[in-house]
């Protein structure tokens, strides 16, 4: 019996805690090659240091161990690990064929913990979200500066590659979380992959889709403001859309604030821990970014916080704290409107 019903009853009671940075706690394990490469790819070919995902298979107790302590933490929700789990991703290391097998290892990891857990506490039922992440190539830039019109990849390879890793996960995750969108197009191939197989399913699953601001420009790369965004992707009828990644919670607030003004479903928020210092850490500590992230709580902007880049259980674990009893956004009623975007928004008749 799916854990679904009951997450969808918490959310109008409470603000619900998404867990942390999966890469910075598996960094904290300072693996070596042959901890990624395993028994299973001891003898590949290319360097597989840094694949994390790939740790679903060679190292299935470190990511066992992130799961449980951010359930322990706090969390509502987690991410399995499979942000690259894709056979684009995953050809920056000639594992493409086995994108499939490192999605449903992560996916059947995750289950596992979060069963453990709510089995520990029934009245807070823990869920998993399987992630699916930007991509390595995009489909609305060309990486080439002399030739603008060039792309790596097109629309049916990018949904045939998110087939995969939803057919990978199918049976495992309680939701579909299309995370760090910085190419609306590539998530649009996600939400048509995602859509196909629901049809063949019979049976659909809760998308939540979060974008990523890249700047202070306050668009994503491909150059979509917040609300062209939005715009762009509530068709899907997502459970809750939102943002993530690029920026700390001090960056990232009139984001967030914009998009709770205009999104006619739940919001999700989870920024990096601060932005990167000159070594590509992380420094602003759990304190610190709750006390940013506490006011947009308080001035009901969100439903579901969580953290991304550099966040630990101590982050999650303060946000928890303070912010997993509190009252969740309401959703707001939009006067109906034909609603368009570019990379602007247009919208004709709205009030």
């Not at 998308?207 to 939005?230: C, H, M, N, P, Y």
């Not at 999104?263 to 210092?277: E, F």
């Amino acid at each position: 019996m799916s854990i679904w019903p009951k997450i969808e009853q918490a959310i109008k009671d409470r603000v619900l805690i998404l867990d942390g940075a999966m890469g910075t706690m598996l960094q904290a394990y300072k693996l070596g090659e042959e901890d990624f490469r395993g028994q299973e790819f001891a003898d590949w070919a290319t360097p597989l240091r840094g694949n994390n995902d790939l740790l679903n298979i060679t190292k299935p107790d470190a990511v066992r161990g992130v799961h449980a302590s951010f359930f322990a933490a706090g969390a509502d929700l987690i991410e399995t690990n499979t942000f690259n789990a894709t056979t684009i991703s995953q050809s920056d290391y000639g594992l493409s064929e086995h994108a499939g097998a490192i999605a449903k290892a992560g996916a059947k990891i995750a289950r596992a913990v979060a069963d453990e857990w709510t089995r520990k506490t029934p009245d807070k039922p823990r869920a998993v979200l399987g992630a699916l992440g930007p991509l390595s190539k995009t489909l609305s830039l060309s990486p080439k500066v002399e030739d603008p019109g060039f792309r790596e990849v097109n629309f049916d390879q990018v949904v045939t590659a998110y087939k995969i890793q939803i057919e990978a996960m199918w049976g495992y995750v309680d939701a579909l979380l299309i995370e760090t969108i910085f190419d609306t197009l590539n998530a649009k191939a996600a939400i048509f992959a995602a859509k196909e197989i629901f049809a063949a399913k019979g049976q659909d699953l809760p998308l939540i889709i979060s974008g990523t601001i890249t700047d202070k420009s306050g668009r994503t790369l491909s150059g979509q403001t917040v609300e062209a965004f939005w715009h762009s992707i509530a068709h899907a009828n997502p459970f809750a859309v939102g943002l993530n990644c690029a920026l700390g919670a001090e960056e990232m607030r009139p984001y967030v604030q914009a998009l709770a003004k205009i999104a006619d479903t739940y919001i999700l928020a989870y920024p990096n821990a601060g932005l990167p210092n000159a070594f590509g850490e992380y420094d602003e500590t759990p304190r610190h970014m709750c006390s940013h992230m506490m006011p947009w709580v308080e001035d009901g902007w969100v439903n579901i916080i969580g953290g991304c880049c550099g966040s630990t259980p101590a982050h999650i674990e303060k946000l928890a704290d303070k912010a997993g009893k509190c009252a969740p956004r309401k959703t707001p009623d939009i006067s109906p409107a034909l609603c368009l975007s570019g990379l602007e928004p247009f919208s004709l008749g709205a009030a």
